[in-house]
C-alpha cells in the first residue's frame, strides 16, 4: 500500500470516527434531555397526586375535627379549634425539611448546594415561627407554646449558624462539637413540645388527635 493511499485511508478513518463521536455525542445529549423531561415530567404529576391527596385528607380531618367537637365541654373545643391549624402548619414544616432531607442526597454535590439547601432550612424554620405567630393559642395549652417557641427560637439559630460555618470557608473557627450539640438539643425541644401537646390531649380525652402527630 503506497504512503498516499495509507494517509488516504487514514483520513477517511479519522473522519468517520469523528462523525460517529459526534453523532454519539449529539445522541447521548439528547437522550439525556429526553430523560430529564421525562423524570422532570413524572415528579410534576407525582407532585399533583400528591396534592390532591393532602386536599382530600385536609377535607376528611376537617369533618372528622368537627364531629368530634359534639357535645365537648368549651376548654376541649378550644383546643380542637388550635389543633385544626397547628396540625396544617405542622405537617407543612415536616414535609418541607423530608423534602429538603431528600434533595441534599441528591443535590448535595458541592459546598454551593449545600449552602443553598441551609438557607432553605432556614426559610423553613422561619415559615414555621410567622405561620404559628397568628394561630390563636387557648390558655390551656401554654406549657406547649412556651417549649415550641423554645424549640423555633433554638432551629432558626441552630440553622442560621449552621449556614455561617458554611458560608466562612474557614471552618477550623468552628466548633462542630458545639454545633452537634445545638442539633441534638433541637431533637429534644421539639420532643419536649410534642409530648406535652399529647398529655394535653389526652388531659381533655381528644386521644383521637394524636393520631395527626405521628
Partial sequence: MSRRVADNLTVVLL?????????????????QKAELIRMEEEQDRIEKLEQE??????????ARLEELKKDREEKARNIIDFHSDYSLIRSEFLRMIASLEKDMDLRAVNIEEVEELTNERIDASKSLIDSYSGIEVPPVLDKFSGLLMDFLENDY???????????????????????????????QLFKQAEDELVRVYKKYELDELTEDLY
Fill in 157 to 187: 439559630n441552630t440553622w442560621s449558624l449552621t449556614s455561617s460555618y458554611y458560608n466562612s470557608r474557614h471552618y477550623s473557627t468552628y466548633n462542630l462539637e458545639t454545633l452537634n450539640r445545638l442539633h441534638q438539643e433541637n431533637i
Fill in 53 to 62: 391527596l393532602r386536599e382530600q385528607q385536609g377535607e376528611m380531618r376537617e
Fill in 15 to 31: 473522519v468517520v470516527f469523528t462523525f460517529l463521536l459526534v453523532g454519539y455525542t449529539v445522541y447521548s445529549v439528547e437522550k
